[in-house]
């Protein structure tokens, strides 16, 4: 019965992955690293607006990602 779906799951998952790659790729350095244990994070300061979107854009396009893989997985 979805054995007419995978191929253009298929395609869809390539595409899912490519962008997951790139949107990670595009995201910017958090800057905290090991300066969060003497203090000196951005620990009281909000995300900026470009990061919000950024990680819930990370967060959309990988549990798609996820349920597509999953798909695969069972189909074949």
């Known amino acids: 019965m979805f054995e007419r779906l ?3 799951v298929l395609i869809v998952h ?16 958090k800057g905290e690293g090991l300066g969060a244990i003497g203090g000196s994070a951005r620990l009281f300061h909000g995300p900026r607006p470009r990061e919000t ?11 798609l990602f996820v349920f597509t893989a ?6 074949r």
């Open 14 to 29: 390539f595409i899912l992955a490519v962008a997951v790659v790139g949107i990670i790729l595009l995201q910017g350095p």
């Open 6 to 8: 995978f191929q253009p």
């Open 70 to 75: 999953t798909f695969l997985a069972f189909v």
């Open 53 to 63: 979107l950024m990680t819930r854009l990370t967060i959309a396009v990988s549990v």
